[in-house]
């Protein structure tokens, strides 16, 4: 079995971690990859915006399946591409791929639906916008219609910072959503969809913002663990049948099935679980701390539900806690090239986010430069060892939050 990985962060490592332990025979190929890959996959150093590319390595090594890691390739058709071609994939077409490359198509598709989200409008004046927002509550929620990198929303506190954020953001987005601000505990479900069949993980959370105790400007995320105590079953019993499967269902009825992995990002509020955004693809770096707990082997999930075949999936009953080591100055302008030391665990691993092998040293080449993922009994327990792993090995040019998991 020969496997492509499209991208080189730490959900991709953990990607191509996961199908190497499951079985370890299997060919993996990582474009581009990374450093702590090299051992399991074989890095190639293509373009991943260069679809022709990727597709004539697809077919010249007969690859049997591709996974997508990011939401951009998904957005500019490398699935319409790949299964145009004849080549097995697990993602979504661009049009499925706009429940994330489109806020106002997620948000419109759900209020047709009656999926539980914040309350909307859609704007492409600013003035009518600004009418809009005076009439509203505080604080409010304002978004790019488009991909933005994790920085197209922002979060007004007061009616001038609303202005500010619609003129931002209307200067580069065709459209805006301004939203409700919701209040509640969030919570990331990720699930194996193949149109109407909705086969969920089990649950993680997220640390956005870059600072203890969620101050700071917001990230691609700086942590995060695995189950979810303060989410209870019941809580994600209704996320599954209020939410996921609908959104499934709605896709199919209006002729534009998902295929792959869909991420609901959630929030449980005091009048029910609501959907802050979907995403068309693994979490990062929610996808570390969850694939380390799953017992299913993952490529067998994928051909299982490609193949409409009846599928249960098996989580260890224990905790994983991620705690990510970034570049000082993230996420803003940080030095690149710098030496880091990896950090050894046992009973968990360290996924490479951003890193570069030079000339046997590894070195910082990205924001987010390595995630530490520890699985114990308990949650106190995956934390602690987390964290020591991360004291014994000197990266004094890489911070990490203190309070993941806590
Ligand atoms: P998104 O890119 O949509 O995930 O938004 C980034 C973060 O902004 C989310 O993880 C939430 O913490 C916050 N956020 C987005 N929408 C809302 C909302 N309607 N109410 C409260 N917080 C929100
Ligand atoms: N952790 C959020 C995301 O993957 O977009």
């Known amino acids: 079995m020969k496997i492509l ?13 996961k199908i190497h332990t499951d079985d370890p025979k299997t060919i993996i190929f990582a474009v581009p990859g990374n450093g702590g890959m090299d051992h399991i996959a074989s890095c190639v150093p293509l373009d991943i915006n260069d679809h022709q590319a990727l597709l004539g390595f697809a077919i010249a090594h007969d690859i049997d399946l591709t996974l997508v ?3 951009e390739p998904l957005s500019k058709g490398i699935i319409d591409l790949f299964s145009g071609n004849g080549l097995k994939t697990f993602g979504p077409t661009q049009k499925a791929a706009q429940i994330e490359s489109s806020k106002r198509f997620a948000k419109d598709l759900m209020k047709n639906y009656d999926i539980p989200t914040a309350a909307y409008q859609v704007f492409d004046d600013y003035e009518k916008a600004i009418v809009y927002i005076d009439k509203q509550c505080l604080p409010i929620v304002i978004k790019a219609d488009g991909l933005a990198a994790g920085k197209g929303v922002i979060i007004a506190m007061n ?9 931002t953001l209307l200067k580069k987005h065709r459209y ?6 919701l209040q509640g505990i969030e919570f990331s479900l990720m699930a194996f969809v193949n149109g109407n069949t909705v086969v969920p993980m089990a649950v993680a959370q997220d640390y956005k913002r870059v600072g203890n105790g969620g101050k700071g400007p917001n990230t691609g995320g700086m942590g995060a663990y695995s189950p979810v105590p303060s989410i209870s079953r019941g809580t994600i019993t209704l996320a599954v049948e209020t939410i996921m499967k609908p959104i499934a269902k709605a896709m199919v009825d209006e002729g534009i099935p998902f295929t792959g992995i869909l991420y609901g990002g959630l929030m449980k509020t005091p009048t029910g679980v609501k959907v802050i955004e979907f995403n068309a693809r693994f979490g990062d770096p929610e996808t570390e701390v969850v694939l380390v707990r799953m017992k299913s082997k993952l490529v067998d999930t994928i051909f299982k539900i490609l193949n409409h075949e009846p599928l249960s999936l098996r989580f260890a009953h224990n905790f994983a806690v991620g705690v990510v080591l970034a570049s000082d100055g993230y996420p803003n302008d940080y030095e690149k090239g710098k030496a880091i030391t990896i950090p050894q665990i046992s009973e968990g691993i360290c996924f490479h986010m951003g890193t570069q092998l030079k000339n046997g040293i590894f070195v910082n080449s990205g924001g987010r430069v390595l995630i530490v993922v520890a699985a114990e009994p308990t949650l106190a327990l995956a934390r602690k060892k987390a964290y020591e792993s991360i004291a014994s090995a000197t990266n004094e040019s890489l911070f990490y939050r203190e309070d993941i998991g806590l």
Request: aromatic share 6%.
């Open 5 to 17: 990985i499209i991208g080189g962060g730490g959900r991709e490592h953990a990607i191509a971690w």
């Open 159 to 167: 009616h001038l910072e609303a202005r500010t954020a619609c003129q």
């Open 69 to 71: 890691g990011g939401e």
């Open 176 to 181: 805006i959503v301004v939203e409700e601000y």
